[in-house]
């Protein structure tokens, strides 16, 4: 193929090594020419340099192909918007001479190349100051292997966001202004740990059938007896707001917890089309709170899981997995966004600050990874599925995948988890990934608490929560809870306890912040580190919900008229996104569960 005005010399081997200059192949070029290249030992490099080629072959043409007329610069009138993918820019980055005549109004303006590469190491166009300007993004089409999202940059979002606003939510600035002035946990002399001492509540959805009720009723015979005068069961009004819901129990959202009211513990027992996801993450800015549904209209899922876990809890007999995490986190060639989760993610949590050590270590757990050929779906059905000699806690890192809104699969196969069995964008295959069908009636997941950092991992709303303008596109006809939790959790012979994902998409600003060669983790060291102490599950929550709250405040105070200084485009875009990715975390199951 054919790629005009190139003139660096490139080459790639195996995503490892790479050499880059002005070496012509040809004798003159490496024996005669004073010519310069670098070669790179550096598979971070090598990858970035191959995501310049790959994206390079799709634009450049067949050589027996029909010639691109090049674009020719004029000057663009006042007010005029830039093509797609164009940009205005000043006269004198095409010429040091003025300009003389402008050309007709049909010629489009004058393009400035956009940065070239996704991933950790994409740098801007010339003059932009070499920032980080694209957004690495997370989720693989399950039709096609592209990429969910195409690309968008800092500057262009955050106009829309500057443009629509985003102010915090109910309850976010109070729970970040008690976050670092008081407890948020429940009252002093309480043990959050202890259902008894902190209370355990179900709240039942507006259309919960009483024989959902009626499966449930060991695990609430079991809680009731434990938390004793601090047990209730309440039930959320059809269209009931968070806010409206606590003043009926006799508490709000500024008040804190009040276990003889309310419960620190809370199942929620509904649909996201009944209660929102936004409800749960409101909640659980104070409390602690997971989510059970099954779509199954056997509802037999619900049976499994509350016999499942009052017998992890009660029966010495029942197999106990290591109180152990394992992470696993798939690397792909060329792919920028697991270039950044395998390494400031997994390879971070895994190895630890060199001051602290592993967050595994320094609870006294042990601590096994997969990382980049080794994340492969067999390996996590093992991991998953394979009853007590896994470790109780797997921690998971990558791509999940999408399907358009309407699709039958939808339902089925969003929120699966994309492994390194992948051959890389342009073709995907079922066997790439691991879907709820992946987990056969023969699995184990007893005493398992699983985490997936993935696109859609843990449910789908109705409406992308991503868009800067507040009116995401449709991503589902309603909001729905991913399969694979749902298959863990509901499993008809040996359930998991519980399972931490990702309502909607995943972003690796999350782990990496604007500016920082470090990774930013540790609302996520506190979960893997309470749940490895022997913790309850909805503890480790808290960082995570509670940096949200944190994060929505400082937004708001920035974008605020009369604010003190205006944040730049990227610091902007950046809060923003963090922001929401935070909020994003869900937790399934009964959020009192804990690793024996």
């Not at 190139?6 to 490892?16: M, P, W």
């Not at 609430?220 to 269209?239: M, N, P, S, V």
């Not at 017998?311 to 270039?339: C, F, L, M, Q």
């Not at 056969?440 to 992308?464: E, V």
């Amino acid at each position: 193929r054919v790629q005009k005005s190139c003139h660096a010399k490139l080459i790639v081997v195996d995503g490892r090594q790479a050499i880059v200059g002005s070496h012509n192949w040809s004798n003159d070029g490496t024996v005669t020419n004073r010519d310069a290249s670098l070669l790179f030992d550096d598979a971070e490099v090598a990858e970035y340099l191959e995501t310049i080629f790959l994206e390079d072959w799709e634009r450049a043409r067949p050589k027996a192909g029909p010639r691109v007329p090049r674009r020719q610069p004029r000057i663009a009138r006042d007010g005029e918007k830039p093509f797609t993918g164009g940009r205005r820019a000043p006269w004198s980055a095409w010429s040091e001479e003025p300009p003389t005549v402008a050309a007709p109004a049909s010629v489009p303006a004058v393009a400035t190349p956009p940065p070239v590469a996704p991933g950790p190491l994409a740098f801007g166009a010339p003059g932009v100051g070499g920032n980080m300007t694209e957004v690495t993004f997370n989720g693989i089409d399950a039709k096609t292997g592209n990429y969910l999202m195409p690309e968008t940059t800092l500057e262009d979002l955050a106009k829309r966001i500057r443009l629509r606003g985003a102010a915090a939510k109910d309850g976010e600035r109070d729970a970040a202004t008690r976050r670092q002035t008081e407890s948020f946990a429940p009252p002093f002399g309480t043990d959050p740990n202890d259902v008894k001492s902190s209370g355990w509540a179900v709240l039942w959805g507006p259309n919960t059938a009483p024989s959902v009720k009626q499966k449930l009723k060991p695990l609430l015979d079991h809680r009731k007896e434990q938390a004793g005068r601090f047990y209730q069961e309440h039930t959320i009004q059809a269209g009931e707001s968070v806010s409206g819901f606590l003043t009926r129990c006799g508490v709000s959202l500024a008040s804190g917890v009040k276990p003889h009211k309310l419960g620190y513990h809370v199942l929620l027992v509904a649909p996201p089309k009944d209660v929102s996801f936004e409800f749960q993450y409101l909640l659980d800015l104070d409390y602690s709170v997971g989510r059970l549904h099954f779509d199954d209209k056997s509802e037999s899922g619900y049976g499994s899981y509350a016999a499942a876990t009052v017998s992890y809890e009660t029966s010495t007999a029942t197999p106990v997995r290591r109180r152990a995490i394992a992470y696993w986190g798939p690397k792909h060639n060329g792919d920028g966004a697991t270039a950044l989760s395998s390494k400031y993610m997994i390879g971070a949590l895994e190895q630890g600050e060199p001051e602290l050590g592993a967050i595994a270590d320094r609870v006294g757990a042990s601590h096994h990874t997969y990382l980049a050929e080794k994340a492969t779906r067999k390996q996590l059905l093992e991991l998953l599925g394979g009853g007590a000699a896994q470790p109780g806690l797997v921690f998971t890192a990558g791509h999940g995948m999408g399907v358009a809104s309407g699709d039958p699969s939808q339902a089925k196969v969003q929120g699966a988890l994309l492994c390194s069995d992948w051959k890389g964008l342009g073709q995907i295959s079922t066997a790439d990934y691991l879907a709820a069908e992946n987990v056969d009636d023969n699995a184990d997941a007893t005493g398992l608490i699983a985490f997936f950092f993935a696109c859609f991992g843990g449910g789908t709303p109705a409406r992308d929560t991503f868009a800067a303008d507040g009116q995401g596109e449709v991503i589902a006809p309603a909001p729905f809870v991913s399969a694979l939790p749902q298959r863990l959790l509901g499993h008809p012979k040996k359930p998991a306890l519980a399972v931490v994902g990702h309502v909607d998409r995943a972003w690796g600003l999350s782990i990496k912040p604007l500016g920082s060669s470090d990774s930013q983790l540790g609302p996520y060291e506190t979960f893997i580190g309470r749940v490895l102490r022997g913790e309850c599950v909805g503890n480790g929550m808290t960082d995570l919900h509670g940096r949200a709250a944190i994060l929505s405040s400082e937004l708001g105070d920035l974008l605020m008229p009369g604010a003190g200084r205006v944040p730049t485009d990227p610091e902007l875009a950046y809060l923003w996104l963090q922001r929401n990715d935070a909020r994003a975390y869900v937790l399934f199951g009964d959020p009192a569960v804990k690793l024996r």
